[in-house]
């Protein structure tokens, strides 16, 4: 009887199924255990296959914040991965909700232009994809006065939604993860009059690019692996907010202020009401 996958090859066999498509990865780095295990596990598998590249975006609240960004650097040094740094989708409602400055006509105008974690992503393919193609988004955008780009998407030498986005998730954080994460199995494409699979499966979605290495890991499977591979620990926040740095999470803030009073401060700049919270 053959044993069981171990999840080490499980992991190693979405990534080997993701990269029969595209090579190009790019890692939703939160700076949190399950997406720092997936630094090495594409790194294994760029050392094996030529061509392979990785990088790896965060979305930040607060730039700066050693606590977050110490482990992710560590990571993308170590492996040779290059970083970029977004706005984090929730800082608009952030606005709104008065972390920044109080409630105004403009906070409510920019509640209303809500940033959608798919835009988010999208701007770091492109990113990404720039990258790997030596130019800058910049190309992309007509510059000062003038009337056109130098460059289009056709231009770049890498499509940018042919690259994976790679993200920690796993079917045991939420039952919203879990119907998430296995519900690719039911992607159909039509062709013609017929509705063909796509070859969707838990924890990888071909038709949106999107890669789940550790999606069937338990909790304690990710930090045994972490610790064999002697992984950076993410900031401790208490709870599930490991690296989220979310402005309106009171224990979060306390704990923020307890462990890592530096970056509390610097936080506390950008979003002044996040210091009611713990001090009143």
């Known amino acids: 009887m053959p044993t069981a996958a171990t999840p080490i090859q499980r992991a190693r066999r979405r990534i080997e199924r993701a990269g029969d498509l595209s090579k190009h990865f790019l890692i939703s780095a939160s700076g949190g255990k399950d997406s720092n295990a997936i630094f090495p596990l594409l790194a294994e598998y760029r050392d094996k296959h030529p061509g392979t590249t ?10 700066g914040m050693q606590c977050v960004e110490r482990p992710i650097e560590v990571l993308c040094k170590r492996y040779d991965v290059p970083i970029h740094y977004l706005p984090h989708p929730d800082m608009a409602r952030h606005l709104y909700e008065g972390f920044c ?20 992503e999208d701007a770091a393919r492109l990113w990404y994809a720039c990258l790997l193609s030596n130019t800058t988004v910049d190309d992309l955008l007509p510059q000062h006065e003038e009337d056109e780009a130098k460059l289009s998407l056709r231009d770049l030498d890498v499509d940018p939604y042919s690259i994976w986005v790679c993200a920690g998730q796993r079917l045991n954080d939420s039952l919203e993860r879990r119907a998430m994460l296995s519900s690719f199995r039911r992607q159909m494409k039509d062709v013609g009059d017929l509705r063909l699979p796509t070859g969707g499966d838990v924890g990888i979605n071909p038709k ?27 900031a401790d926040l208490g709870g599930k907010d490991s690296s989220g740095v979310n402005p309106a999470n009171a224990d979060a803030m306390l704990a923020l202020k307890n462990r890592y009073p530096a970056d509390f401060n610097l936080l506390c700049v950008r979003f002044p009401q996040a210091r009611l919270l713990v001090e009143g």
């Open 54 to 63: 990785i990088g790896a975006f965060h979305y930040t609240r607060c730039k």
């Open 101 to 120: 400055r109080p409630r105004t006509a403009v906070a409510e105008r920019a509640y209303k232009a809500l940033i959608k974690m798919t835009d988010m």
């Open 208 to 234: 949106q690019r999107r890669l789940y290495p550790v999606a069937d890991w338990s909790s304690n499977e990710v930090l045994a692996y972490c610790r064999a591979m002697r992984l950076p620990a993410p």
